[in-house]
Antibody, heavy 124, light 107 residues
Framework: QVQLVQSGAEVKKPGASVKVSCKAS????????MHWVRQAPGQGLEWMGR????????NYAQKFQGRVTMTRDTSISTAYMELSRLRSDDTAVYYC?????????????????WGKGTTVTVSS | DIQMTQSPSSLSASVGDRVTITCRAS??????LNWYQQKPGKAPKLLIY???SLQSGVPSRFSGSGSGTDFTLTISSLQPEDFATYYC?????????FGQGTRLEIK
């Protein structure tokens, strides 16, 4: 079945970096964009960016520009999100989400498969 | 960035009630609007895409409508498993943005 399996919880100190992985199975990894979304404790959903697993091309939210890097390894169908210079307010659950689309007259895309999330705690 | 505003922020309702959640975009987004359900400790789940298309496997009591700037998610008859937080999300332009969420609680 289609699934995204994320790496385990991380505890990091301020200023450090974290790299979260998202392994895809059950579908053609290079055929679907992957987005990353995070959720701070008790807060809503925040989009971080996306990667085209086929080309490796990325788009990042302005808020994370310069601190986030999204990569992929097509040989193992895995996407990665690395966030550097961590601060306490980066404490959150980080999700990867596959994006599917329908193309009728227009191109509508949506996040139809989500990983279970990776908890990243930033604390001194 | 396109701002998405949901109302209400929270809502109390009973099993069997008809519930409507609204989402307003800060500019026209045509039908580039998706709805997700999230339960505590779980990842979001896609309910509706392209404003009104029901995702496969989602019960037909869920429906979506609207276009332009104003959208609604309707649950025709609330079931116990529907008590959760609901988010709208626009895919008209990047950055993708979400509404702040609507928490649906049991009355």
């Amino acid at each position: 079945q289609v699934q995204l399996v994320q790496s385990g919880a991380e505890v990091k100190k301020p200023g450090a970096s974290v790299k979260v992985s998202c392994k895809a199975s059950g579908y053609t990894f290079t055929g679907y964009y992957m987005h990353w979304v995070r959720q701070a404790p008790g807060q809503g959903l925040e989009w971080m960016g996306r990667i085209n697993p086929n080309s490796g091309g990325t788009n990042y939210a302005q808020k994370f520009q310069g601190r986030v890097t999204m990569t992929r390894d097509t040989s193992i169908s895995t996407a990665y999100m690395e966030l550097s210079r961590l601060r306490s307010d980066d404490t959150a659950v980080y999700y990867c989400a596959r994006v599917s689309a329908v193309t009728t007259l227009y191109y509508y895309y949506y996040m139809d498969v989500w990983g279970k999330g990776t908890t990243v705690t930033v604390s001194s | 960035d396109i701002q998405m505003t949901q109302s209400p922020s929270s809502l109390s309702a009973s099993v069997g009630d008809r519930v409507t959640i609204t989402c307003r975009a800060s500019q026209s987004i045509s039908s580039y609007l998706n709805w997700y359900q999230q339960k505590p400790g779980k990842a979001p789940k896609l309910l509706i895409y392209a404003a009104s298309s029901l995702q496969s496997g989602v019960p037909s009591r869920f429906s979506g409508s609207g276009s332009g700037t104003d959208f609604t998610l309707t649950i025709s008859s609330l079931q116990p498993e529907d008590f959760a937080t609901y988010y709208c999300q626009q895919s008209y332009s990047t950055p993708v943005t979400f509404g702040q969420g609507t928490r649906l609680e049991i009355k």
